[in-house]
Nanobody, 121 residues
Framework: QVQLVESGGGLVQAGGSLRLSCAASGSIFSINAMGWYRQAAGKQRELVAAVASGGSTDYADSVKGRFTISRDNAKNTVYLEMNSLKPEDTAVYYC???????????????WGQGTQVTVSS
Protein backbone atom coordinates (compact mmCIF):
# COMPACT_ATOMS: atom_id res chain seq x y z
CA GLN A 1 0.00 0.00 0.00
CA VAL A 2 1.13 3.54 -0.80
CA GLN A 3 0.37 6.28 1.69
CA LEU A 4 0.53 10.03 1.23
CA VAL A 5 0.95 12.38 4.18
CA GLU A 6 0.32 16.07 3.67
CA SER A 7 1.42 19.00 5.79
CA GLY A 8 1.82 22.75 5.64
CA GLY A 9 -1.73 24.00 5.44
CA GLY A 10 -3.09 26.70 7.68
CA LEU A 11 -4.45 30.20 7.94
CA VAL A 12 -2.70 33.05 6.18
CA GLN A 13 -3.52 36.63 5.25
CA ALA A 14 -4.06 37.64 1.67
CA GLY A 15 -0.73 38.26 0.00
CA GLY A 16 1.02 35.79 2.26
CA SER A 17 2.66 32.47 1.50
CA LEU A 18 2.39 28.83 2.46
CA ARG A 19 4.35 25.76 1.50
CA LEU A 20 2.58 22.43 1.27
CA SER A 21 4.42 19.13 1.46
CA CYS A 22 3.32 15.63 0.55
CA ALA A 23 5.47 12.62 1.34
CA ALA A 24 4.76 9.24 -0.22
CA SER A 25 5.69 6.06 1.58
CA GLY A 26 5.03 2.34 1.38
CA SER A 27 5.70 -0.32 -1.21
CA ILE A 28 6.64 2.00 -4.05
CA PHE A 29 8.57 0.88 -7.09
CA SER A 30 8.48 4.20 -8.88
CA ILE A 31 6.58 7.46 -8.96
CA ASN A 32 5.53 9.13 -12.15
CA ALA A 33 3.48 12.30 -11.99
CA MET A 34 2.82 14.12 -8.73
CA GLY A 35 0.39 16.94 -8.25
CA TRP A 36 -1.94 19.01 -6.17
CA TYR A 37 -5.68 19.39 -6.43
CA ARG A 38 -7.97 21.60 -4.41
CA GLN A 39 -11.63 21.65 -3.57
CA ALA A 40 -13.34 24.75 -2.27
CA ALA A 41 -16.60 24.56 -0.36
CA GLY A 42 -19.43 23.84 -2.75
CA LYS A 43 -17.06 23.49 -5.70
CA GLN A 44 -15.63 20.63 -7.72
CA ARG A 45 -12.12 19.39 -7.18
CA GLU A 46 -9.70 20.95 -9.64
CA LEU A 47 -6.10 20.47 -10.66
CA VAL A 48 -3.80 23.13 -9.24
CA ALA A 49 -0.38 21.96 -10.38
CA ALA A 50 1.40 18.83 -11.50
CA VAL A 51 4.97 17.77 -12.12
CA ALA A 52 6.03 14.81 -14.24
CA SER A 53 8.91 12.48 -13.55
CA GLY A 54 10.98 14.32 -16.14
CA GLY A 55 10.40 17.63 -14.40
CA SER A 56 7.85 19.23 -16.69
CA THR A 57 5.13 21.15 -14.88
CA ASP A 58 1.56 22.15 -15.47
CA TYR A 59 -0.43 24.82 -13.64
CA ALA A 60 -3.98 25.99 -13.51
CA ASP A 61 -4.33 29.40 -15.09
CA SER A 62 -5.55 30.84 -11.81
CA VAL A 63 -2.27 30.07 -10.03
CA LYS A 64 0.32 30.65 -12.75
CA GLY A 65 2.98 33.04 -11.59
CA ARG A 66 2.02 32.59 -7.94
CA PHE A 67 2.42 28.88 -7.20
CA THR A 68 5.42 26.66 -7.81
CA ILE A 69 5.39 22.88 -7.71
CA SER A 70 8.55 20.89 -7.13
CA ARG A 71 9.59 17.40 -6.14
CA ASP A 72 12.36 15.69 -4.26
CA ASN A 73 12.66 12.24 -5.74
CA ALA A 74 15.05 11.03 -3.04
CA LYS A 75 12.38 11.76 -0.44
CA ASN A 76 9.36 10.82 -2.56
CA THR A 77 8.00 14.23 -1.72
CA VAL A 78 6.19 16.89 -3.69
CA TYR A 79 5.89 20.52 -2.63
CA LEU A 80 3.63 23.38 -3.50
CA GLU A 81 4.98 26.84 -2.81
CA MET A 82 2.07 29.24 -2.73
CA ASN A 83 2.77 32.96 -2.89
CA SER A 84 0.57 36.03 -3.19
CA LEU A 85 -2.32 34.05 -1.80
CA LYS A 86 -5.84 35.25 -2.42
CA PRO A 87 -9.07 34.50 -0.56
CA GLU A 88 -10.23 32.51 -3.58
CA ASP A 89 -7.35 30.11 -2.96
CA THR A 90 -9.14 28.94 0.17
CA ALA A 91 -9.79 25.22 -0.20
CA VAL A 92 -8.80 21.79 0.92
CA TYR A 93 -5.66 20.84 -0.97
CA TYR A 94 -5.10 17.22 -1.90
CA CYS A 95 -1.87 15.59 -2.95
CA UNK A 96 -2.10 13.19 -5.88
CA UNK A 97 0.51 10.67 -6.96
CA UNK A 98 0.68 8.29 -9.91
CA UNK A 99 2.90 5.45 -8.74
CA UNK A 100 3.83 1.88 -9.53
CA UNK A 101 3.62 -0.39 -6.47
CA UNK A 102 6.37 -2.93 -5.87
CA UNK A 103 4.03 -5.89 -6.11
CA UNK A 104 0.92 -4.78 -7.93
CA UNK A 105 1.02 -4.23 -11.67
CA UNK A 106 0.37 -1.00 -13.47
CA UNK A 107 0.38 2.63 -12.48
CA UNK A 108 -2.06 3.49 -9.73
CA UNK A 109 -3.56 6.71 -8.46
CA UNK A 110 -3.13 7.71 -4.80
CA TRP A 111 -4.55 10.59 -2.80
CA GLY A 112 -3.51 12.35 0.37
CA GLN A 113 -5.86 13.10 3.23
CA GLY A 114 -6.19 16.77 2.34
CA THR A 115 -4.96 19.85 4.14
CA GLN A 116 -6.97 23.01 4.70
CA VAL A 117 -5.68 26.30 3.34
CA THR A 118 -7.57 29.39 4.43
CA VAL A 119 -6.70 32.85 3.14
CA SER A 120 -8.23 35.77 4.99
CA SER A 121 -8.91 39.20 3.53
Amino acid sequence: QVQLVESGGGLVQAGGSLRLSCAASGSIFSINAMGWYRQAAGKQRELVAAVASGGSTDYADSVKGRFTISRDNAKNTVYLEMNSLKPEDTAVYYCNVHARPRVLSGIRDYWGQGTQVTVSS
